[in-house]
């Protein structure tokens, strides 16, 4: 089977490395010849699938579903309109996506559909994060303490979008979960929980989580709430931070492929969602699962910069190139990285599985301190949420 993955960055990293664990071939598409996810794919093609049609659709005429990784609108409009013309399956529900990828008419959707989830300001109060409303990411995310930081917030974050969300602060456990469903009929599949840099960039995901047995339950019944409402056909990532009350709060969803996520539950549980997203849109149906927890899995982001390894979100693998899959990458299962030993300077993802979190914990660290004798590096250092 071949899948033609459009867009090379986060997303399309995903995507690509799940499409071949499953099987299949992956023809990748980006404007940019220096995506990521270009060396992990079959083939790679660097144009602007906009401008140049008769290439476009010489590409889609010889593939089996098309798997959009991108979140421009335009772009997505057009391989919907082309997956209809041209007969072949198109795997995102795009007008799910359109609510999910605006977080004020997500924010509608929560309060209409009566979702838990953080107030928003001024009824708030402080500490407050400002996010762009329309953009995914850490991109223009910044938490405010006082007036002053909420002013100097919102100036930064309007930059980046000129519509911008403040909502109240939630210091607890992060949660993911993305939900499969068909015409409605939600599958939930596994949890993991997050781990944030200083910049609010997903650092770490990890997998089984650490909550409660009601916790865990009421987080899946929203999230099929949620995929109900939206009537959706295809995947849907919720995400929800966990207050004092032990209450999952909806702090966004995004319905489509998201990055790391995926791949933590296909290592913990077998599941591959691509797979899964082959079934709905080519096969047809919901396939029948029960998702469960095999093993302990952290997917950990490095960067090595000079004298220095850190611990680092996933924005920094989004803008490099030379990667490669790598087993035993200093005694991890596996890495996604373009670090080596003729190249001392470099990125690395770190998927650790183990039969518990402490033990994969331990291989990580254990993993950092071989890397750093080998790259003669001095200096580690992590970082998490902080000040605005």
């Known amino acids: 089977m071949m899948i033609c993955v459009v867009g090379g960055r986060l997303q399309g990293t995903e995507a690509t490395y ?28 660097a144009f602007d699938l906009l401008k140049d049609m008769n290439s476009t659709k010489k590409i889609l005429k010889s593939v089996d579903a098309i798997l959009p990784a991108t979140e421009n609108y335009k772009t997505l409009n057009l391989l919907e309109r082309l997956s209809l013309q041209m007969g072949i399956p198109y795997m995102q529900d795009n007008s799910a996506f359109w609510l999910s990828s605006d977080k004020s008419k997500s924010r509608e959707f929560f309060e209409s559909s009566d979702i838990p989830h953080p107030s928003t300001w001024p009824d708030s109060g402080f500490p407050v994060i400002v996010k762009p409303a329309r953009k995914s990411g850490s991109l223009g995310v910044y938490r405010a303490n006082n007036i002053e930081q909420l002013k100097d917030a919102l100036k930064r974050s ?39 840099d200083e910049t609010y960039s997903c650092k770490c995901a990890f997998a089984p989580d650490q909550l409660s047995d009601d916790v865990r339950k009421s987080f899946v019944e929203v999230s099929k709430k949620m995929a109900r409402g939206l009537n959706l056909t295809g995947l849907m990532d919720a995400q929800a931070i966990v207050d004092s009350n032990d209450i999952p709060l909806m ?86 990285t373009n670090l080596d030993s003729d190249k001392p300077e470099g990125v690395a993802t770190l998927i650790i599985k183990d ?7 331990r291989r990580l660290m254990q993993a950092i301190e071989e890397l750093m004798a080998e790259f003669h590096l001095t200096k580690f250092s992590d970082s998490s949420p902080g000040g605005a």
């Open 158 to 196: 309007s930059l980046i979008d000129d519509q911008v969300v403040i909502q109240k602060f939630i210091d607890g456990p992060a949660l993911s979960l993305e939900v499969l469903a068909f015409k409605g009929y939600p599958l939930p599949l596994q949890i993991t929980q997050l781990k944030f």
């Open 18 to 45: 799940l499409s071949k664990k499953a099987g299949y071939d992956v023809i990748l598409i980006d404007r940019d010849s220096n995506v990521p996810a270009a060396p992990l794919a079959d083939e790679f093609y």
């Open 251 to 336: 702090i966004e969803i995004n319905a489509r492929l998201p990055s790391q996520t995926p791949t933590v539950v296909y290592h913990s549980s077998g599941v591959n969602m691509v797979s899964l997203l082959v079934s709905i849109f080519i096969d047809n149906k919901l396939p029948h699962l029960v998702v469960k927890p095999k093993t302990a899995v952290i997917y950990q982001h490095i960067q090595v910069v000079g004298d220095s390894v850190t611990i680092v979100g996933e924005h920094i693998m989004g803008e490099v190139k030379d990667l490669r899959i790598e087993k035993n990458f200093f005694g991890v299962d596996e890495a996604i």
């Open 355 to 361: 039969s518990s979190l402490e033990g994969a914990e």
